[in-house]
C-alpha cells in the first residue's frame, strides 16, 4: 500500500512555537535549576523502553520557564533528541505529571496539525527503524554526531488518512499499555519488598519484636552487628566456563528505580567483574551511584556466571540472603556511606571497596531470614515475569510496528 509522502515541517500545528530546539547555551545552565518548579526534559526521560519517563527531574522556577516560553512543551508534544543517542523519540502523554515542560539543549520538540497528523502515529513512526536510520544518516558528525531543526524539518514521512493514522497508533498503543501496566505492577512489587526490608531491618518490627528482648538498649535478643563484608562478599572471585560467549552486562544497562536489568547480551569475554543469578551489582562511580544505578541478577541459568564492567561492585549474598542484599543496597545510609567513601578526580570517582568494612549490618537469627526470604522470593519471582511478558510484549510490538508502517498489513 502505497501513502502520500510529506515533510514533518508540513503537519506541524499552525500555531506559534510548534516545531523548535532548544534553549541557546547560557539561556539554561545547571545555574537556573530550583528545587521545584516546571521540569526540565533531558535524555534521561526518553527511553526505549517507555514512551516518555515523567519522572526524576531538573526544575527550573515559574519565571524562568516564561522566559523560555518558545522551549515549552506541553501534553501531546513529541520530543525528539538533538544531540546524543539520535533516534531517541517520545511523547509527552495527554495525562502528564505536569501541565508544561521546558526541553533541554540537547532536545527538539514538535506539536502537530491534529487535523492532519495523529500524534501517535508520528512518535511511533519515528520509532520505525528506518525512520531511525535516516535521521541517523542526516546527523552532522563534526564533533558529537547531531542534528538540527533544519534536518528535522526535511524528514520525509508516509501520511495516510487521519482515521489509518489512528487505527495504527490504536493497536501499537494497545501494546504499550499492556506493557506500561507490568511495569506500574512490577513498581508496587518491588517497593512492598522494600518496605517490608524497612519495617522488619531498620525500625525493627519484625515478627514477634513486641515479645522479643533488646540487649543494650540496641539490638534484639539473637541479633547480631558485623560490618557488611562478613554479610556480604563484595566482588567474590569466580572462574568463566571454557565458553567463548557470556552474558556481559554494562554500567548503562543498569536502572535507577528498579531492580530490572534493562539489557544482558551475549558476547566473548574478557576481564571484568563476575556475577551469577542472586547477586546485586552496584555501581560504584559518580555520578552513577547518585543517580541511584542498582540491579539484581535474575536472567541468567543457575549454572551460568556473567560479566560486566569494573566501574560496579558485585555484592552477593553471605550470612543473608540475596533479597536482603539488594533491599540493604537501595538504602539511603548505605548508598550515603559509599558516596563518602569516594576518592579519584572530579567527575570521575570511585567507591573504596574497603568502605563496606566499617558500615555495620543487623543478621536477625535464621527464622526471620527464612520467612523474610519467603516472602520477598515470591515478589521478586513475579517481577521476573512480568518483566520476560513485556519483552515478550515488545518484540511483538517492534515486529508489528515496520509492518503497519508500511501499510504490508491491512487494518
Given amino acids: 500500500m502505497t501513502w502520500p509522502i510529506d515533510k514533518i515541517e508540513s503537519i506541524k500545528a499552525n500555531t506559534r512555537n510548534s516545531l523548535v530546539g532548544g534553549p541557546f547555551g547560557s539561556e539554561l545552565t545547571t545555574q537556573h535549576y530550583v528545587e521545584e518548579g516546571v521540569p526540565v526534559i533531558r535524555g534521561a526521560n526518553l ?14 522556577s515559574e519565571q524562568k520557564a516564561d522566559k523560555l516560553i518558545a522551549n515549552n512543551a506541553y501534553p501531546g508534544d513529541i520530543i525528539f533528541t538533538q544531540r546524543g543517542t539520535l533516534g531517541q523519540v517520545g511523547i509527552i502523554p495527554k495525562n502528564s505529571n505536569f501541565p508544561r515542560y521546558v526541553i533541554s539543549q540537547s532536545q527538539m520538540k514538535l506539536r502537530v496539525d491534529s487535523t492532519k ?20 544518516n542526516r546527523a552532522i558528525t563534526s564533533g558529537v554526531p547531531h542534528i538540527n531543526l533544519g534536518i528535522l524539518r526535511e524528514i520525509e514521512i508516509p501520511v495516510p488518512h487521519l482515521d489509518m493514522q489512528r487505527k495504527i497508533a490504536n493497536i501499537l498503543v494497545a501494546y504499550d499499555d499492556m506493557i506500561e501496566n507490568n511495569r506500574r505492577r512490577m513498581t508496587l512489587l518491588e517497593d512492598a519488598a522494600r518496605l517490608l526490608y524497612q519495617e ?97 541478577v535474575n536472567f541468567m541459568d543457575d549454572n551460568e556466571v556473567g560479566q560486566g564492567s569494573t566501574e560496579f561492585i558485585v555484592m552477593r549474598s553471605n550470612r543473608v540472603t540475596p533479597e536482603y542484599v539488594y533491599c540493604l543496597a537501595r538504602t539511603y545510609n548505605f548508598r550515603e556511606n559509599a558516596i563518602k567513601s569516594m576518592i579519584g578526580s572530579s567527575g570521575r570517582q570511585r567507591v573504596q571497596v574497603s568502605s563496606f568494612e566499617k558500615y555495620m549490618v543487623l543478621i536477625p537469627p535464621l527464622k526471620i531470614l527464612d520467612l523474610f526470604r519467603c516472602f520477598t522470593e515470591l515478589l521478586f519471582d513475579q517481577i521476573k515475569n512480568l518483566h520476560i511478558q513485556n519483552q515478550k510484549l515488545r518484540a511483538a510490538r517492534d515486529l508489528l510496528l515496520p509492518r503497519l508502517m508500511n501499510g504490508e498489513i491491512a487494518v
Fill in 117 to 136: 497528523a495523529d500524534e501517535r502515529f508520528v512518535y511511533y513512526l519515528f520509532r520505525h527503524p528506518e525512520t531511525v536510520q535516516n535521521i541517523k
Fill in 200 to 296: 522488619w531491618f531498620v525500625h525493627l518490627r519484625f515478627p514477634g519484636y513486641e515479645h522479643t528482648r533488646i540487649i543494650d538498649g540496641i539490638l534484639p535478643e539473637g541479633w547480631e552487628r558485623v560490618p557488611a563484608v562478613e554479610a556480604i562478599e563484595i566482588n567474590p572471585r569466580m572462574q568463566l566456563s571454557d565458553e567463548k560467549e557470556h552474558w556481559w552486562v554494562e554500567m548503562s544497562d543498569l536502572p535507577t528505580e528498579s531492580m530490572v536489568i534493562q539489557k544482558a547480551i551475549k558476547r566473548e569475554g574478557r576481564s571484568g567483574s563476575k556475577f551469577r543469578n542472586g547477586d546485586t551489582l552496584f555501581a560504584r562511580i559518580t555520578p552513577c551511584l547518585e543517580n541511584g544505578k542498582t540491579g539484581f
Fill in 47 to 60: 527511553s526505549d523502553e517507555q514512551a516518555f519517563i515523567d519522572d526524576n527531574f531538573v526544575f527550573v
